[in-house]
């Protein structure tokens, strides 16, 4: 029973003592966090520039984070003015994705917007000052950060690149596709992406393209001292004259670049075109007699014809004639006639043969191929017709013979 009452004591006991301490803790808390709260302003702000000096190159632009606190207990609008900007340059005060004109903070918070500053391309190198003049919604509160930006020249990309090519140079007609190869080799010390250009003539086609492949290209990337073989594909104008054709092709990372000079060689085309007037590839005549017909050459090509002469594939002891034999030049567009007579055989029999015919110069042909019918000499005709008078006035005089009988 005694050791019952004992426990009940010494429980009230701690009970007591708990309450009694933590009232004196309590207050003290209470009394340190109002102090605490008190130390606060009722109003108060800052507004700096996170870096108050920058570099920068010329062709860039600056762009610098402005630090808004709001240190008072009240909720405050600030709005800014850039009061200070130099000449040739263009500044505003945005957020990531919008430019804006003022900020609003909480009581004891902070806002970061964004300070940017462009320089105009003529801008030159130095150093540059500027100023902004933040205030509160009621003008009490203000503050007036500066920011120096230091304008440098650009660095110039390092090394080189290596652009060779085997074969400049290439000839053929204006109907044909050139295709250039040319190396690359990347010495600018650094994993780099190349942009591929070319200039070619009015209505010319160029285009870049890997080895072996059809796919186009108008980049190539390149390791550090990396090496890579790539073609240009040139299609000329088809109407374009005869002679030299420069295409400059310029490979470039940054201002790094490579130039080459590609020349295309026009030789023209050389293209003859023969036929009739009418269009008709055909004619009548006797065996052992010539039978004539007019054939034109014509040069449809872009390059002169020259040297032109005939050729002909006949029937066995026929004779093919041409006037004149030979045509020494025919100019683009232009044309000659030639008069073609075809004999036939004295032996040949009545009816149809073929004749062929090719014009034939120098770096062009045309074939053509004529029906030549064969017919009966006109005597004969009469001399069929003689033998039946004769054998039907034999047979009425067999007739009066045997009728007299």
Not at 97 to 115: A, C, H, L, M, R
Not at 168 to 192: C, H, M, R, T, Y
Not at 308 to 331: H, Q, R
Not at 369 to 377: C, I, L, M
Request: glycine share 8%; aromatic share 10%.
């Amino acid at each position: 029973m005694k050791t019952k009452t004992r426990r009940i004591l010494y429980t009230l006991f701690l009970i007591i003592t708990f309450t009694i301490g933590a009232s004196f803790i309590c207050p003290a808390t209470a009394k340190e966090e109002t102090e605490k709260k008190d130390t606060r302003p009722e109003r108060g702000m800052s507004v700096a520039f996170e870096y108050p000096g920058v570099v920068i190159s010329t062709g860039d632009d600056a762009t610098v984070d402005l630090i808004v606190k709001n240190k008072g207990r009240c909720d405050e609008s600030i709005s800014f003015t850039i009061v200070s900007s130099p000449k040739g340059w263009e500044t505003k005060i945005k957020t990531y994705s919008f430019g804006i004109s003022g900020v609003y903070v909480p009581e004891d918070d902070e806002k970061t917007v964004q300070f940017n500053a462009k320089p105009a391309k003529d801008t030159k190198p130095g150093t540059y000052h500027f100023k902004v003049k933040a205030r509160s919604a009621d003008g009490k509160l203000s503050a007036s950060p500066a920011l120096r930006i230091t304008l440098t020249e650009k660095e110039k990309e390092k090394g080189e690149i290596e652009l060779t090519t085997s074969y400049p140079v290439l000839q053929g007609p204006n109907d044909a596709k050139f295709e250039f190869s040319l190396d690359v080799k990347n010495k600018i010390d650094k994993d780099a992406l190349f942009n591929l250009t070319a200039t070619a003539p009015k209505g010319w086609q160029t285009n870049f393209k890997p080895p072996y492949e059809d796919k186009y290209i108008s980049s190539l990337r390149l390791k550090d001292n990396e090496s890579k073989s790539l073609n240009v594909e040139v299609t000329p104008d088809r109407f374009c004259e005869a002679g030299d054709y420069l295409i400059p092709v310029t490979i470039s990372a940054g201002e790094v670049k490579a130039e080459a000079e590609l020349t295309v060689i026009i030789t023209g085309i050389y293209k003859i075109e023969s036929g009739t007037a009418t269009g008709i590839l055909s004619l009548t005549t006797e065996k052992g007699k010539a039978g004539t017909i007019s054939i034109y050459v014509k040069n449809t090509g872009s390059a002169s014809a020259a040297n032109i002469e005939f050729l002909s594939v006949k029937p066995e002891n026929w004779e093919v004639g041409f006037d004149p034999e030979t045509i020494s030049t025919i100019e683009p567009g232009d044309l000659k006639q030639i008069e073609l007579s075809i004999t036939p055989a004295a032996e040949a029999l009545v009816g149809d043969y073929a004749v062929g015919v090719t014009a034939k110069g120098e770096k062009g042909f045309d074939n053509l191929e004529f029906r030549v019918t064969v017919k009966a000499s006109a005597a004969w005709g009469w001399i069929g017709i003689g033998i039946i008078m004769l054998v039907i006035i034999g047979l009425f005089g067999l007739f009066v013979s045997f009728g007299r009988r």
